[in-house]
């Protein structure tokens, strides 16, 4: 590249992805960097976007949609002196309203889509609003606003991009390489001065067509597609051939035309010198469902990838929130150990920066449009999940260094040497489970307690509000006692452990989970103690009634029993709510507030869509029209219901494929306030479950007609109205986090661990899609089915609130809500100390001296590289910090945390830590903003995201 467009003077070209362009570089020759340094100086050459890889924007969570943009940022910063200005985002399928936000608050003034309904591009293209400012639907002042360009046409290949007239397209692409026979190099023929004339005329007017699209007259043409430019000859034969055409055209004034090769800022350079911003349309929302029209003749629907790879999926929330936990802690261990002065426990966490940066590149990359997506190849998608497994095991590392020398009473140096002779902590910290693999879930370890011994669970809260945390570990004597990190002695539960694979439940002997509720401060590492001691407490056992089947023989501790009552209900209650459940199938059937009397019918039922062939797969979405959606549910389950003192269950196992388990907590907190709902499916091997679409659905008397709301990105809610004569297919959308419907008297909400495709096909009705499995391809590009389903976990909260206001015209989560799917999505994390070989450790390290306000999320304090060095560490961080947007118009609830209109209180500060300035940049940090005087002058508009660089002294 570098080489051709320094031989051809006049030709440009522009790249997206960093992940890329960061491999060439490490390669590259000291003399080719210098030149490529002079094409981005002189504009000839272009990175648009910038970030690690062209997202996804319907699946991604926006930690992770920022934190790639970040990272790509953050390298083209250090290594080329260079902030990208433009957005280039052609090929995610279907496009949402939060990138655009991201790229407008790193600085970017312009960006490009192109997969929108094709019903949304005549639109654009009868109003000429193909530009147009993209604004917040929550930004009344526009101050967000981009300049967002529209390709008119299908896609983004030459073939289609040239003009309306794919046909002609096509001999305007002269690629045309030795063994190749394609659709182009059969039409194109090379420009002569025989035929030059014809052919200007012929591609100027469809230049002249898409011009016409727009009320300024210009046209954007991209000359590229997938897998282009990779030949030395293709760059001469677009180069010259082309070349041949914009002269003449240029040189022949009648033509009143003018052609030349360009990046994307001339575009946006000439549209701003012929039109003010005020002209242009505003339009706020989104662009999904996606839907094309040109390859089948009829509309197809791209609304199956929301949930396509669950699995996948789930391992990239489980990546997002461990990265997130070691970037905050790190921040804090290797600022403290500088301070310190420690040398070699300095060397030792500067060097787990390296481990962050990789870390950091696979949580990024698997965020790329064929990943998150789950529409790659099988042997593609394994080599995502070994990535994003080493990016778990990474974070896990530095986590775990960061609290040993935390938490550890009188730091000391680093004194053992590994077989390289390289120093090093002696690990005394570990996590309590085992993962074999990427494609297998963990498993608990049980925790052995010496007679005599205890076992320390250390917590870590990495939210900036307290919280109220239900942990459980696998322990293997029941005659124990809980202590806190103040030596209060502190309520416990124990519950069976069962094994649930490979047919009837089975009782593990000798093992118990403990069940604690354990108080967290904000930014905190917690010591909970386990003690042994000599008698049982039998008022911490649970009690487990078994209904439709025999109860395991062996048991020696708990109360284990037949059902023998005639009730057609099972009900669990605290004091908040009453959740009612069949006694055929367990499943839930309603819930009552006790506050009010309120009772909602809430009908779950697990049903499947059978896919239709060759239309419904990894990409499309459905149901073959002649077959009933089949209930799952109506098959006889296995269940038991398990009480306790803290917390109530019904248990569910569907033969081996299905695993459905709610919980009710007696607790005083949030907690009670919802029912926690735990799903495991595994699909059994094919032949069976062929063309399954499995989804869960809730069923309620709310009347909330043909409108839901689902999350876009875990960052804004977006209103969704069903559209009945597009199909299910047409009305399926994306969610990272929640969903909900209302009425007028009452919400009922649905929050989720990982994405989903969701729906409310019908009024009252929560659905949302589990897994999916197509034999067949659905001709979008991937070649193959989806067949590698894996036993896949996922977790949810189902929240009934009621309505006491109706102030607010754009609808938002409430603020129990938000609360509820961040503990969801950020988990505290478990560490066990060894027993036998751990220093004195604090009972309790606190990094903040007091709580964030309810509504600020500290979404991340991440460290900075080194300018120029990309893998070391600097003295600063960045604080990333999000103002959730709630309504008041439900129910509220009493919080251990504050609302301070966006600001932070007086006085908060970092402990642990000296802070010697923060200063307010752009969001990925390239544009230095405000010099802030301490922490506490932090102020977050509602709903944005600022970042702030800290430096530590």
Same mark, same amino acid.
């Given at each position: 590249?570098?080489?051709?467009?320094?031989?051809?003077?006049? @030709?440009? +070209? @522009?790249?997206?992805?960093?992940?890329?362009?960061?491999k060439?570089?490490?390669?590259?020759?000291?003399?080719?960097?210098a030149?490529?340094?002079?094409?981005?100086?002189?504009?000839?050459?272009?990175?648009?976007?910038?970030?690690?890889?062209?997202?996804?924007?319907?699946?991604?969570?926006?930690?992770?949609?920022?934190?790639?943009?970040?990272?790509?940022?953050?390298w083209?910063?250090?290594?080329?002196?260079?902030?990208?200005?433009?957005?280039?985002?052609v090929?995610?399928?279907?496009?949402?309203?939060?990138?655009? *936000?991201?790229?407008?608050?790193?600085?970017?003034?312009?960006?490009?889509?192109?997969?929108?309904?094709?019903?949304?591009?005549?639109?654009?293209?009868?109003?000429?609003?193909?530009?147009?400012?993209?604004?917040?639907?929550?930004?009344?002042g526009?101050?967000?606003?981009?300049? !967002?360009?529209?390709?008119?046409?299908d896609?983004?290949? %030459?073939?289609?991009?040239?003009?309306?007239?794919?046909?002609?397209?096509?001999?305007?692409?002269?690629?045309?390489?030795?063994g190749? &026979?394609?659709?182009?190099?059969?039409?194109?023929?090379?420009?002569?001065?025989?035929?030059?004339?014809?052919?200007?005329?012929?591609? #100027?007017?469809?230049?002249?067509?898409?011009?016409?699209?727009?009320?300024?007259?210009?046209?954007l043409?991209?000359?590229?597609?997938?897998?282009?430019?990779?030949?030395?000859?293709?760059?001469?034969?677009?180069?010259?051939?082309?070349?041949?055409?914009?002269?003449?055209?240029?040189?022949?004034k009648?033509?009143?035309?003018?052609?030349?090769?360009?990046?994307?800022?001339?575009?946006?350079?000439?549209?701003?010198?012929?039109?003010?911003?005020d002209y242009l349309?505003?339009?706020?929302?989104?662009?999904?469902?996606?839907?094309?029209?040109?390859?089948?003749?009829?509309?197809?629907?791209w609304?199956?990838?929301?949930?396509?790879?669950?699995?996948?999926?789930?391992?990239?929330?489980?990546?997002?929130?461990?990265?997130?936990?070691?970037?905050?802690?790190?921040?804090?261990?290797?600022a403290?150990s500088?301070?310190?002065?420690?040398?070699?426990?300095?060397?030792?966490?500067?060097g787990? *920066?390296?481990?962050?940066?990789?870390?950091?590149?696979?949580?990024?990359? &698997?965020?790329?449009?064929?990943?998150?997506?789950?529409?790659?190849?099988?042997?593609? @998608?394994? =080599?995502?999940?070994?990535?994003?497994?080493?990016?778990?095991? @990474?974070?896990?590392?530095?986590?775990?260094?960061?609290?040993?020398y935390?938490?550890?009473?009188k730091?000391?140096?680093?004194?053992?040497?590994?077989?390289?002779?390289?120093?090093?902590?002696?690990?005394?910290?570990?996590?309590?489970?085992?993962?074999?693999?990427?494609?297998?879930?963990?498993?608990?370890?049980?925790?052995?307690?010496?007679?005599?011994?205890?076992?320390?669970?250390?917590?870590?809260?990495?939210?900036?509000?307290?919280?109220?945390?239900?942990?459980?570990? %696998?322990?293997?004597?029941?005659?124990?006692?809980?202590?806190?990190?103040d030596?209060?002695?502190?309520?416990? $539960?124990?519950?069976?452990?069962?094994?649930?694979?490979?047919?009837?439940?089975?009782? %593990?002997?000798?093992?118990?989970?403990? /069940?604690?509720?354990?108080?967290?401060?904000?930014?905190?590492?917690?010591?909970?103690?386990?003690?042994?001691?000599?008698?049982?407490?039998?008022?911490?056992?649970?009690?487990?009634?078994?209904?439709?089947?025999?109860?395991?023989?062996?048991?020696?501790?708990?109360?284990?029993?037949?059902d023998?009552?005639?009730?057609?209900?099972?009900?669990?209650?605290?004091?908040?709510?009453?959740?009612?459940?069949?006694?055929?199938?367990?499943?839930?059937?309603?819930?009552?507030?006790?506050?009010?009397?309120?009772?909602?019918?809430?009908?779950?039922?697990?049903?499947?869509?059978?896919?239709?062939?060759?239309?419904?797969?990894?990409?499309? &979405?459905?149901?073959?029209?002649?077959?009933?959606?089949?209930?799952?549910?109506?098959?006889?389950?296995?269940?038991c219901?398990?009480?306790?003192?803290?917390?109530?269950?019904?248990?569910?196992?569907?033969?081996? +494929?299905?695993?459905?388990?709610?919980?009710?907590?007696?607790?005083?907190?949030?907690?009670?306030?919802?029912?926690?709902?735990?799903n495991i499916?595994?699909?059994?091997?094919?032949?069976?479950?062929?063309?399954?679409?499995?989804?869960?659905?809730?069923?309620?008397?709310?009347?909330?007609?043909?409108?839901?709301?689902?999350?876009?990105?875990? +960052?804004?809610?977006m209103?969704?109205?069903?559209?009945?004569?597009?199909?299910?297919e047409?009305?399926?959308?994306?969610?990272?986090?929640?969903?909900?419907i209302?009425?007028?008297?009452?919400?009922?909400?649905?929050?989720?661990?990982?994405?989903?495709?969701?729906?409310?096909?019908?009024?009252? !009705?929560?659905?949302?899609?589990?897994?999916?499995?197509?034999?067949?391809?659905?001709?979008?590009?991937?070649?193959?089915?989806?067949?590698?389903?894996?036993?896949?976990?996922?977790?949810?909260? #189902?929240?009934?609130?009621?309505?006491v206001?109706?102030?607010?015209?754009?609808?938002?989560?409430?603020?129990l809500?938000?609360? #509820?799917?961040?503990?969801?999505?950020?988990?505290?994390?478990?560490?066990?100390? =060894?027993?036998?070989?751990?220093?004195?450790?604090?009972?309790?390290?606190?990094?903040?001296?007091?709580?964030?306000?309810?509504?600020?999320?500290?979404?991340?304090?991440?460290?900075?590289?080194?300018?120029?060095?990309?893998?070391?560490?600097? $003295?600063?961080?960045?604080? %990333?910090?999000?103002?959730?947007?709630?309504?008041?118009?439900?129910?509220? $609830?009493?919080?251990?945390?504050?609302?301070?209109?966006?600001?932070?209180?007086?006085n908060?500060?970092?402990?642990?830590?000296?802070?010697?300035?923060?200063?307010?940049?752009?969001?990925?940090?390239?544009?230095?903003?405000?010099?802030?005087?301490? /922490?506490?002058?932090?102020?977050v508009?509602?709903?944005?995201?600022?970042?702030?660089?800290?430096?530590?002294a």
């Open positions: 590249m570098v080489d051709k467009l320094i031989k051809l003077p006049n @030709m440009t +070209f @522009m790249w997206s992805e960093i992940s890329f362009f960061a060439w570089w490490e390669r590259a020759h000291p003399q080719k960097k030149a490529l340094k002079k094409l981005l100086q002189s504009g000839r050459f272009e990175i648009a976007t910038g970030g690690w890889v062209m997202t996804d924007e319907a699946s991604p969570h926006i930690y992770a949609m920022l934190d790639q943009l970040i990272e790509g940022h953050q083209v910063y250090n290594n080329l002196d260079y902030a990208p200005k433009t957005g280039w985002s090929d995610p399928f279907g496009h949402g309203a939060t990138l655009p *936000y991201l790229l407008s608050e790193s600085g970017i003034e312009g960006m490009v889509i192109q997969r929108i309904h094709f019903a949304w591009k005549q639109y654009l293209a009868e109003q000429q609003n193909g530009d147009f400012l993209w604004r917040q639907t929550w930004d009344t526009g101050t967000t606003d981009i300049l !967002c360009h529209n390709n008119p046409f896609i983004y290949s %030459i073939k289609h991009s040239c003009g309306p007239h794919p046909l002609v397209c096509l001999t305007f692409d002269f690629r045309k390489i030795k190749e &026979f394609t659709e182009y190099s059969q039409r194109a023929q090379p420009i002569t001065k025989w035929n030059v004339k014809e052919r200007a005329e012929t591609l #100027l007017a469809q230049y002249g067509r898409t011009g016409s699209l727009f009320p300024h007259n210009v046209a043409i991209s000359l590229g597609d997938d897998f282009r430019f990779d030949h030395e000859t293709e760059w001469e034969q677009q180069y010259s051939n082309y070349k041949q055409i914009f002269d003449y055209i240029n040189s022949n009648e033509y009143h035309a003018s052609i030349q090769f360009g990046v994307l800022s001339d575009y946006f350079r000439e549209v701003q010198s012929r039109m003010r911003k349309s505003k339009l706020s929302g989104d662009f999904f469902v996606y839907s094309d029209i040109f390859i089948e003749g009829r509309p197809a629907y609304s199956g990838f929301y949930t396509t790879r669950p699995y996948w999926k789930s391992l990239c929330r489980q990546l997002e929130s461990s990265l997130r936990a070691a970037e905050i802690l790190y921040s804090f261990a290797l403290r500088r301070q310190q002065r420690l040398n070699r426990t300095r060397q030792i966490l500067e787990d *920066y390296q481990q962050l940066t990789v870390a950091r590149g696979n949580m990024g990359v &698997f965020q790329h449009h064929d990943a998150i997506t789950g529409t790659s190849k099988s042997y593609v @998608m394994h =080599d995502y999940g070994l990535k994003l497994f080493d990016g778990i095991r @990474m974070a896990f590392s530095v986590m775990t260094h960061a609290a040993q935390l938490l550890t009473e730091p000391v140096e680093a004194e053992e040497e590994n077989e390289k002779g390289v120093k090093h902590w002696p690990l005394f910290l570990s996590f309590p489970f085992e993962r074999q693999g990427y494609h297998v879930l963990p498993q608990p370890l049980p925790q052995y307690i010496p007679p005599g011994a205890e076992l320390r669970l250390i917590l870590y809260n990495s939210l900036a509000q307290a919280r109220q945390e239900p942990v459980r570990v %696998i322990i293997t004597v029941p005659n124990i006692k809980v202590i806190d990190s030596g209060k002695s502190v309520p416990f $539960q124990l519950n069976p452990v069962w094994n649930t694979t490979g047919g009837p439940l089975q009782l %593990i002997k000798g093992q118990y989970e403990l /069940l604690v509720i354990a108080h967290l401060p904000p930014l905190s590492l917690v010591t909970y103690h386990i003690k042994r001691v000599d008698d049982r407490d039998s008022s911490t056992l649970s009690s487990v009634t078994f209904f439709n089947t025999l109860p395991p023989s062996e048991n020696n501790v708990f109360s284990i029993q037949k023998s009552s005639s009730l057609n209900n099972i009900k669990l209650e605290n004091s908040y709510l009453t959740s009612k459940f069949s006694s055929d199938s367990g499943l839930l059937k309603s819930i009552t507030l006790k506050s009010s009397g309120r009772k909602v019918r809430t009908r779950l039922d697990f049903q499947a869509y059978n896919s239709a062939q060759f239309h419904s797969g990894a990409y499309l &979405f459905l149901p073959e029209p002649r077959q009933p959606v089949r209930n799952i549910s109506d098959t006889p389950p296995l269940f219901v398990l009480r306790g003192p803290i917390c109530s269950e019904v248990f569910i196992q569907y033969s081996d +494929f299905l695993t459905h388990t709610v919980r009710v907590y007696h607790t005083d907190n949030l907690l009670s306030k919802a029912l926690e709902m735990d499916v595994d699909y059994p091997a094919l032949p069976k479950f062929r063309e399954t679409e499995m989804f869960l659905r809730v069923t309620s008397d709310v009347s909330s007609g043909s409108t839901f709301y689902s999350d876009l990105n875990g +960052f804004q809610m209103k969704r109205t069903i559209i009945p004569k597009i199909g299910i047409g009305n399926y959308y994306p969610a990272s986090t929640q969903m909900y209302q009425d007028e008297s009452t919400r009922l909400t649905l929050l989720m661990s990982r994405a989903h495709g969701v729906t409310s096909w019908q009024s009252g !009705c929560l659905e949302a899609m589990l897994d999916r499995r197509s034999l067949y391809d659905d001709s979008r590009g991937m070649g193959e089915g989806v067949i590698d389903n894996k036993r896949t976990q996922g977790r949810f909260w #189902l929240l009934l609130e009621e309505r206001s109706e102030s607010e015209s754009l609808s938002r989560p409430t603020l809500a938000n609360t #509820l799917s961040n503990s969801l999505i950020y988990p505290a994390h478990t560490l066990v100390a =060894d027993p036998g070989n751990s220093p004195v450790l604090r009972n309790k390290v606190s990094l903040l001296n007091r709580p964030f306000p309810c509504d600020m999320h500290l979404v991340n304090l991440r460290v900075l590289p080194v300018k120029a060095y990309f893998e070391f560490p600097s $003295q600063s961080s960045l604080l %990333i910090l999000q103002r959730q947007g709630y309504s008041c118009d439900f129910s509220s $609830q009493t919080y251990q945390c504050s609302l301070t209109e966006g600001n932070l209180a007086r908060t500060r970092f402990k642990e830590v000296h802070v010697s300035g923060i200063q307010r940049t752009s969001i990925t940090a390239l544009q230095p903003g405000e010099i802030l005087d301490m /922490l506490s002058d932090v102020s508009q509602p709903m944005k995201i600022n970042t702030y660089n800290v430096t530590f």
